[in-house]
């Protein structure tokens, strides 16, 4: 059996799989609550969140599958990239439960767990494949040629399509995160009518954009009125019993083209990267591949490229902890000689974040 530990930013996650991968708990503590009225993440307050909630997450989840320490192969625990104090909980929690079971840490990489996620759902998945990696803090465009070996082939200059997605919303007066509430909103706007600038269509590079689209809808936004700054920030429940009016109209429109601009942007560099590559696998993933729009033009593309199209369950997009104990359980069926680094440290650095983009086409 293998604990799995996650809590590199907003959410403490633990996970219980066996050797065979088979997911047999997979719970998520969410902080939502604790940072949407500051519109993102509040790093302090995550961290001292995870100190209180990890614990008794984990106990939950061994005590209700009747699972003990002796029980454990080992333990896998997120300990980079994100915010290091919420990393460092989860990481010394990790090594204290190794130490005391006298089982190997596997430490993992949350950027590796969220492009191997699609395997989770998608027994069919195999390598090599095109990962798309969409979240709050990351939009990469990978090469997947195998378990470790990775080839960054575009990465955003800027912002991350969640962070673009939880900023239009904080403008708009809407608490974080804004994702999900800008998908919800969008579906209630079948004519998107707004055209913004779709970031670096012109280039042939494969990197991703979104400062300028955030600010062409600032700029939208501040014209229409819509623009808040000082607003309290409401959720979708919220918006739902407004009264019909043309306010709220405005604010499904906005939130529609900038949704059906954000889609567009990732689906053209999947067609680009299917084509160069020669790839026939796409795989979506992170907090933003909960996004149905996104999901449905991606679906588009890998048909039009005769490619198999990928994603995990809405469960396996965002944060979660069972992405983290298979991405060990990988490396542990490659080599099982892992052991305990009490040493081990939590880095707010990706080694994928690090790597040097291989340009496919010349600028
Ligand atoms: O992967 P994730 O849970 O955490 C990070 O590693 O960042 O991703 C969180 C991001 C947030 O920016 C959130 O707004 C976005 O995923 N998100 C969505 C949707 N659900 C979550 N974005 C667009 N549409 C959604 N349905
Ligand atoms: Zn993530």
């Known amino acids: 059996m293998i604990l799995a530990i996650e809590t590199s930013c907003d959410d403490s996650a633990v996970a219980l799989l066996d050797l065979e991968g088979n997911v047999l708990a997979n719970e998520i503590s969410s902080q939502v609550q604790l940072h949407e009225k500051y519109g993102g993440v509040v790093p302090e307050l995550a961290s001292r969140s995870h100190l209180q909630t990890l614990p008794l997450l984990i106990r939950h989840v061994l005590t209700t599958h009747q699972i003990s320490l002796k029980d454990l192969t080992f333990i896998a625990a997120t300990s980079s990239p994100g915010l290091v104090g919420s990393l460092l909980i989860g990481v010394s929690y990790a090594k204290t439960l190794a130490w005391t079971a006298g089982i190997p840490l596997i430490p993992v990489d949350h950027l590796e767990g969220h492009l191997l996620a699609p395997f989770l759902d998608n027994p069919d998945l195999a390598f090599p494949y095109l990962g798309l990696i969409v979240s709050g803090g990351h939009t990469h465009l990978i090469q997947v040629n195998q378990l470790g070996n990775y080839t960054l082939i575009g990465k955003t200059l800027d912002d991350a399509a969640g962070e673009a997605f939880d900023k239009v919303a904080k403008m708009t007066g809407f608490k974080y ?42 700029n939208h936004a501040l014209k229409e009125g819509l623009y808040v700054t000082d607003k309290k920030l409401i959720g979708y429940e919220e918006f739902k019993t407004w009264p019909e009016n043309s306010t709220k109209d405005r604010i499904r429109d906005i939130f529609a083209s900038f949704q059906k601009t954000v889609a567009e942007t990732l ?97």
Not at 191 to 208: C, D, E, H
Not at 296 to 325: V, W, Y
Not at 342 to 362: F, G
């Open 177 to 218: 995160p804004g994702g999900p509430i800008i998908d919800k909103i969008s579906q209630e706007c079948e004519f998107p009518s707004i055209s913004f600038p779709i970031p670096l269509r012109s280039k042939k590079v494969m990197n991703f954009s979104y400062a300028g689209l955030k600010t062409a809808v600032r």
């Open 267 to 363: 689906a053209i560099r999947c067609n680009q990267a299917l084509k160069v590559t020669g790839l026939n696998r796409l795989a979506l993933t992170g907090g933003v591949a909960a996004n149905s729009e996104i999901k449905t033009r991606l679906q588009e593309i890998a048909n039009k490229r005769k490619s198999s199209f990928h994603f995990p369950s809405l469960r396996n997009c965002t944060d979660n902890a069972a992405m983290i104990g298979y991405t060990a359980l990988q490396y542990w069926k490659q080599n099982s000689n892992h052991g305990l680094d009490l040493s081990l440290n939590a880095s707010s650095k990706s080694p994928l974040n690090q790597m040097e983009v291989t340009p496919l086409l010349p600028d």
